[in-house]
């Protein structure tokens, strides 16, 4: 059975950071696309980032160059650590995964709050 | 980056009617990289269609995708009480992956 697992949300002042962390159970994060995607309050959908076989790393443009995606095969975990953090990034972030390129399977999600 | 334009914002609708809804892209996505979610309140999205017209595992068969290039339809029929959620597609063709706004499919 797969299950995603996030943690590491809060409340955060902007400009400050932040790691989320994502325990997989059920597949194996060094050979398939993980991902993160997230939802501000009563808005739509946001993909973030992703990480494939190798060091393919995947960032949106709203997000590059601030959060960095990586992946510990031996936890079989995936993480996101946010730097530089502004309001807009308040969210509800998903950690995705499965066995393509689209997200077969997701966690419940863990809430970041940027609150000046 | 593809734009995914979604419409109508909302279907309002009984159960037991057919849901139609759109997903036009900004530039062609080919059939194979089309994928659409279900998601209700409070909970995670749930996978419904990949590649425009395959059902994820576990997915009841009046839940049907159809479309390529640009325009794609996700078909609810004999619509559920459990069915009335918001709907997202999305795009996988490029590792920009993008989504649309979303359709909101509420009790009429």
């Given at each position: 059975?797969?299950q995603?697992?996030?943690?590491?949300?809060?409340?955060?002042?902007?400009?400050?950071?932040?790691?989320?962390?994502?325990a997989v159970?059920?597949?194996?994060?060094?050979?398939?696309?993980?991902?993160?995607?997230?939802?501000?309050?009563?808005?739509?959908?946001?993909?973030?980032?992703?990480i494939?076989?190798?060091d393919?790393?995947?960032?949106?443009?709203?997000?590059?160059?601030?959060?960095?995606?990586?992946?510990?095969?031996?936890?079989?975990?995936?993480?996101?650590q946010?730097?530089?953090l502004?309001?807009?990034?308040?969210?509800?972030?998903?950690?995705?995964?499965?066995?393509?390129?689209?997200?077969?399977?997701?966690?419940?999600?863990?809430?970041?709050?940027?609150?000046? | 980056?593809?734009?995914?334009?979604?419409?109508?914002?909302?279907?309002?609708?009984?159960?037991?009617?057919?849901a139609?809804?759109?997903?036009r892209?900004?530039?062609?996505?080919?059939?194979?990289?089309?994928?659409?979610?279900?998601?209700?309140?409070?909970?995670?999205?749930?996978?419904?269609?990949?590649?425009?017209?395959?059902?994820?595992?576990?997915?009841?068969?009046?839940?049907?995708?159809s479309?390529?290039?640009?325009?794609?339809?996700?078909?609810?029929?004999?619509?559920?009480?459990?069915?009335f959620?918001?709907?997202?597609?999305?795009?996988?063709?490029?590792?920009?992956?993008?989504?649309?706004?979303?359709?909101?499919?509420?009790?009429?």
């Amino acid at each position: 059975d797969v299950q995603l697992v996030e943690s590491g949300g809060g409340l955060i002042q902007i400009g400050e950071s932040l790691r989320l962390s994502c325990a997989v159970s059920g597949f194996n994060v060094n050979n398939k696309y993980t991902s993160w995607v997230r939802q501000a309050p009563g808005k739509g959908l946001e993909w973030v980032s992703s990480i494939y076989s190798g060091d393919s790393r995947y960032y949106a443009d709203s997000v590059k160059g601030r959060f960095t995606i990586s992946r510990d095969n031996s936890k079989n975990m995936l993480y996101l650590q946010m730097t530089n953090l502004r309001a807009e990034d308040t969210a509800v972030y998903f950690c995705a995964g499965g066995h393509s390129r689209f997200f077969s399977f997701w966690g419940r999600g863990t809430l970041v709050t940027v609150s000046s | 980056e593809i734009v995914l334009t979604q419409s109508p914002g909302t279907l309002s609708l009984s159960p037991g009617e057919t849901a139609t809804l759109s997903c036009r892209a900004s530039q062609s996505v080919s059939s194979s990289y089309l994928a659409w979610y279900q998601q209700k309140p409070g909970q995670a999205p749930r996978l419904l269609i990949y590649g425009a017209s395959s059902r994820a595992t576990g997915i009841p068969d009046r839940f049907s995708g159809s479309g390529s290039g640009t325009d794609f339809t996700l078909t609810i029929s004999r619509l559920e009480p459990e069915d009335f959620a918001v709907y997202f597609c999305q795009q996988y063709l490029t590792s920009l992956w993008t989504f649309g706004q979303g359709t909101t499919v509420e009790t009429k």
